[in-house]
């Protein structure tokens, strides 16, 4: 946990207004969630915090490429990652966590650590089918494209013909 003690914002004493972060991310970022579906990658995080009297608004700006196996035939590729997101922190009397990208910190917060967030959000880029880049042009999507009617019934099996009758 010690490699994640970098993806921290140091809020306190931060002036209102718009401020710009940078971060890094590389194959020792994923090694540090267990069970990962990421092993490897690298890129940039980009975060563009507003902060007012009330809230904290930090923009994600995550590019980069990371590394997923084939389906289809277990082969490595390079996968790109381009995605921006939000997270809200309001000011409030107890932390709590009101969605899924709103939370509830005390106003002697002194950082916002970023680390999980960054992990999350490239993780939902992950597509539920990963295919290599030589598959992305099929149309079937792994099923069975018939052209009519009579071309379903031609391709029954005759043996099922004898227990239609």
Not at 130 to 141: Q, V
């Amino acid at each position: 946990m010690k490699a994640l003690e970098i993806y921290k914002i140091n809020i306190f004493g931060l002036k209102n207004g718009t401020h710009k972060f940078d971060f890094g991310f590389d194959n020792n970022f994923f090694t540090e969630f267990k069970n990962s579906l990421v092993s490897k990658g690298k890129g940039t995080c980009e975060i563009l915090m507003n902060k007012t009297d009330s809230m904290i608004t930090l923009k994600f700006n995550i590019f980069g490429i990371i590394e997923l196996e084939c389906d289809r035939t277990l082969e490595l590729f390079d996968y790109p990652i381009d995605v921006s997101r939000s997270i809200i922190y309001k000011y409030g009397d107890e932390e709590k966590e009101l969605s899924e990208d709103v939370f509830v910190i005390l106003k002697k917060t002194q950082e916002i650590r970023i680390d999980s967030f960054l992990y999350e959000i490239i993780n939902l880029e992950i597509p539920m089918k990963k295919l290599h880049p030589k598959f992305r042009d099929e149309d079937t999507d792994g099923e069975m494209i018939f052209s009519s009617e009579s071309d379903k019934e031609k391709s029954i099996d005759p043996r099922w013909e004898a227990l239609k009758k």
